[in-house]
T-cell receptor, first 109, second 114 residues
Framework: GQNIDQPTEMTATEGAIVQINCTYQTSGFNGLFWYQQHAGEAPTFLSYNVLDGLEEKGRFSSFLSRSKGYSYLLLKELQMKDSASYLCAVKDSNYQLIWGAGTKLIIKP | IAGITQAPTSQILAAGRRMTLRCTQDMRHNAMYWYRQDLGLGLRLIHYSNTAGTTGKGEVPDGYSVSRANTDDFPLTLASAVPSQTSVYFC?????????????FGPGTRLTVL
């Protein structure tokens, strides 16, 4: 079966750095996506990785290791507005997105 | 530019009733999707459409139907609602459904079936 695992909840301090991990087992791989979802709102796109390595986009970076079936999202200089759920999703061999349950990130002052 | 709109925003429905959730996009995207999101679970694909006139079944299609008469609209119909269909429903669209294609989501419809 296909599976995406990520921690259910994480807590971090404003101004700090947090790393959210995602491991996956899917039938085929056509890229990995990270989305942000604030409570009661729609998911919004953060990043896409298809090759191994780190993609940096401002305060957010995403890393991929295809051989390990592993990705992480790194958030730097945390702000209160970063409190949200972060969703990991893999595009499988049928080009369908398989989603993790999401990691709820709580930022404390 | 509105992006993707969904209606209604929320709805309480009696079991056994028929309900259509509406989704419209103005980005001229070819591909559209319906997901449901339940607490503790990832988004699950109900139905999708890669282009106007075609539809396909996702992971959890039972009890739902869709149509894609044109590029912009992708309604989801619950023929006879059951309490297990209580969920938040998100419509999404993307350019062509390919590998690097990013999906953009509507604001969601919160549906309660009693």
């Amino acid at each position: 079966g296909q599976n995406i695992d990520q921690p259910t909840e994480m807590t971090a301090t404003e101004g700090a750095i947090v790393q959210i991990n995602c491991t996956y087992q899917t039938s085929g791989f056509n890229g990995l996506f990270w989305y942000q979802q604030h409570a009661g709102e729609a998911p919004t796109f953060l990043s896409y990785n298809v090759l191994d390595g780190l993609e940096e986009k401002g305060r957010f970076s995403s890393f991929l290791s295809r051989s390990k079936g592993y990705s992480y999202l790194l958030l730097k200089e945390l702000q209160m507005k970063d409190s949200a759920s972060y969703l990991c999703a893999v595009k499988d061999s049928n080009y369908q997105l398989i989603w993790g349950a999401g990691t709820k990130l709580i930022i404390k002052p | 530019i509105a992006g993707i709109t969904q209606a209604p925003t929320s709805q309480i429905l009696a079991a056994g009733r028929r309900m259509t959730l509406r989704c419209t996009q103005d980005m001229r995207h070819n591909a559209m999707y319906w997901y449901r999101q339940d607490l503790g679970l990832g988004l699950r694909l109900i139905h999708y459409s890669n282009t106007a006139g075609t539809t396909g079944k996702g992971e959890v299609p039972d009890g739902y139907s869709v149509s894609r008469a044109n590029t912009d609209d992708f309604p989801l119909t619950l023929a006879s609602a059951v309490p297990s269909q209580t969920s938040v429903y998100f419509c999404a669209s993307s350019d062509d459904g390919g590998a690097q294609d990013t999906q953009y989501f509507g604001p969601g419809t919160r549906l309660t079936v009693l």
